[in-house]
């Protein structure tokens, strides 16, 4: 079975940074990439970044210029300049080919890890 684990959340200042972290395991698929969604209060989830196993990356607008995601053995989703706008549940998923940012093309989804940021 697929597993996922978002961990690495807690309360951040506005300006600050964090990294979360995914580990994982039971992935089986020649070709796959990992995902970060968050899902903000009273909003719609949303994308934020996709790595893939051939080490490609795309990034959403919703943090795009302030994340990097990448992997050394977990991905790993370092968040910097972060506002309180970036409150949000996040989560980590899985999903076969190449990256993408439609949440259907993950099957396999972790539990969120709480990210929030005080003004």
């Known amino acids: 079975d697929v597993q996922l684990q978002a961990s690495g959340g807690g309360l951040v200042q506005a300006g600050g940074s964090r990294r979360l972290s995914c580990t994982f395991s039971g992935v089986n698929w020649d070709d796959y990439k990992f995902g970060w969604f968050r899902r903000a209060p009273g909003k719609e989830r949303e994308a934020v970044a996709c790595i893939s196993s051939r080490g490609d990356t795309q990034y959403a607008d919703s943090l795009r210029g302030r994340s990097t995601v990448y992997s050394d053995g977990a991905v790993l989703l370092h968040m910097n300049n972060l506002k309180p706008d970036d409150t949000a549940v996040y989560y980590c998923?899985?999903?076969?080919?190449?990256?993408?940012?439609?949440?259907?093309?993950?099957?396999?989804w972790g539990q969120g890890t709480q990210v929030t940021v005080s003004s």
């Open positions: 998923a899985v999903g076969p080919g190449g990256c993408g940012l439609r949440s259907d093309e993950y099957p396999y």
